[in-house]
Nanobody, 124 residues
Framework: QVQLVESGGGLVQAGGSLRVSCAAP????????MAWFRQAPGKEREFVAV?????????YYADSVKGRFTISRDNARNTVYLQMNSLEPEDTAVYYC????????????????WGQGTQVTVSS
């Protein structure tokens, strides 16, 4: 089992920026497509962004964050990032990372376990 550790969340005003990070102490993300998901209060967890293992591979975003969020990874540091700009109150959620798999035209979590997530709260 992989221990996933998300960090970097916080409280920010609408229009502001945050960068959240994901690491897996003692485990490598080598070879895995990695993704960010989020869960808002009272809603299902949803896909946000995904990045492939290789530099020439694909990056995909949910329509709701396209143009505002940027996913990246540092394979040497075994860390995945999500830079969030122009934040909106609708982005308020707990953000989680996981390996990603594509199925049915959308992205899902590969691993059945989750970290504690990191809370992002955007005030209006």
């Amino acid at each position: 089992q992989v221990q996933l550790v998300e960090s970097g969340g916080g409280l920010v005003q609408a229009g502001g920026s945050l960068r959240v990070s994901c690491a897996a102490p003692g485990r490598t993300f080598s070879g895995y497509t990695m993704a960010w998901f989020r869960q808002a209060p009272g809603k299902e967890r949803e896909f946000v962004a995904v990045i492939s293992w290789s530099a020439g591979g694909g990056i995909y975003y949910a329509d709701s964050v396209k143009g505002r969020f940027t996913i990246s990874r540092d394979n040497a540091r075994n860390t995945v990032y999500l830079q969030m700009n122009s934040l909106e109150p609708e982005d308020t959620a707990v953000y989680y990372c996981n390996a990603g798999r594509r199925d049915g035209g959308t992205w899902h979590a590969l691993w059945p376990y989750w970290g504690q997530g990191t809370q992002v709260t955007v005030s209006s």
